[in-house]
């Protein structure tokens, strides 16, 4: 498997809302990858473009990445301040060892209720 895995398709969150996605890593024969073996810490950011100076950071929940799920999330206050695209990636961390695992646009769609 080559990583990181690009998502062809962007995810899609509402602005002002908590916003939570799983993200489930799978080999070609569809087995799950053990994604302790690239973090045992995890960051992933969210930014306009590769250069932005401006970053929303995700919680991540690695409860299970020996099954290959990482759960990213935020909170409303960060989705109220999102503009209407984004680009994030999910990186792990061992030891010296920063290794992105996947990579993906999320489109976020503007709130009617205020």
Do not use: C
Not at 90 to 96: E, F, K, P
């Amino acid at each position: 498997m080559s990583l990181p895995v690009v998502m062809p398709t962007p995810l899609q969150a509402y602005r002002g809302d908590d916003y939570s996605v799983a993200i489930q890593v799978n080999k070609p024969d569809t087995t799950p990858v053990n994604l302790t073996v690239y973090g045992t810490t995890w960051k992933a950011q969210a930014r306009t473009s590769r250069v932005a100076t401006v970053a929303y950071d995700f919680t991540v929940d690695a409860t299970a990445a020996a099954t290959g799920r990482l759960v990213l999330a935020l909170t409303s206050e960060v989705t109220a301040t999102l503009p209407a695209l984004i680009g994030f990636d999910i990186q792990g961390t061992v030891g010296d060892v920063i290794t992105t695992i996947l990579s993906g646009k999320i489109q976020v769609s503007g709130e009617w209720t205020r």
